[in-house]
């Protein structure tokens, strides 16, 4: 129940592209939903994050689309250029639980020129 | 303003052995969390340490301890290692136990058990 399944484990996409990874949970406890990229021999950073009550948030060319019926959530990457080339992975936190986040296995974007 | 800072970067060890990671946490933060993170796999939760005590732990075995100093600063230990604690293992800090949407994350300490 404390699980966030993602997909797709890999993607490539043509520069210009649009981009759009998938997550799904099942703890309806979760209270914020952020997603994190990495690049080889980094940490996570913060990409975007989004609450439960709100069913999209956009920053820049990263967009997040939440259905809280589905218990799914979503991130898509506009104009995606090779700098985005990187392992993005969405993650759950649950209400009240400091903030411990629960991750996704993580998805390998590759944006090729 | 130096973010979270981790030492080692990489080290080997053999099994059996016991390991002591550090971590520094950004400047303002108050609160560190240790993540493990296997190759292919996304960060598993360790344990949180907020004012020098264990606030939170994730389901892992007592081999895995922690502290953290009145500086904040944070020290990671595994004893008795096995093959499968190989792993990338990070820091991420936080300016309060509740600080999700402000969570830093080090580049981690990549740990190779043979």
């Known amino acids: 129940q404390q699980q966030v399944k993602q997909s797709p484990q890999s993607l490539i996409v043509q520069k210009g592209g649009i981009s759009i990874i998938n997550c799904a949970y099942e703890?309806?406890?979760?209270?914020?939903f952020p997603w994190y990229q990495q690049f080889p021999g980094k940490g996570p950073a913060l990409l975007i994050a989004?609450?439960?009550?709100?069913s999209e948030k956009k920053e820049g060319r990263f967009t997040i689309s939440f259905n809280k019926s589905a218990k799914q959530f979503s991130l898509h990457i506009m104009d995606s250029q090779p700098g985005d080339s990187a392992t993005y992975f969405c993650?759950?936190?649950?209400?009240?639980?400091?903030?411990?986040?629960?991750f996704g296995a993580g998805t390998r974007l590759a944006v090729h020129p | 303003d130096a973010g979270v800072t981790q030492s080692p970067t990489h080290l080997i060890k053999t099994r059996g052995q016991q390991v002591t990671l550090r971590c520094s946490p950004k400047?303002?933060?108050?609160?560190v969390s240790w993540y493990q993170q296997a190759l292919g796999q996304g960060p598993q939760f360790i344990f949180q340490?907020?004012?020098?005590?264990?606030?939170q732990r994730g389901n892992f075995p007592d081999r895995f301890s922690g502290h953290q100093y009145p500086n904040y600063s944070s020290e990671l230990n595994v004893n008795a290692l096995l093959l499968g604690d190989s792993a990338l293992y990070l820091c991420?800090?936080?300016?309060?136990?509740?600080?999700?949407?402000?969570?830093?994350f080090g580049a981690g300490s990549r740990l190779t058990v043979l």
């Open positions: 989004i609450r439960p009550d709100v």
């Open positions: 340490y907020y004012e020098e005590e264990e606030r």
């Open positions: 400047s303002g933060h108050d609160t």
């Open positions: 991420a800090s936080s300016p309060d136990p509740s600080g999700a949407n402000v969570l830093t």
């Open positions: 703890n309806t406890a979760f209270d914020y």
């Open positions: 993650a759950a936190k649950i209400s009240g639980g400091y903030n411990k986040l629960i």
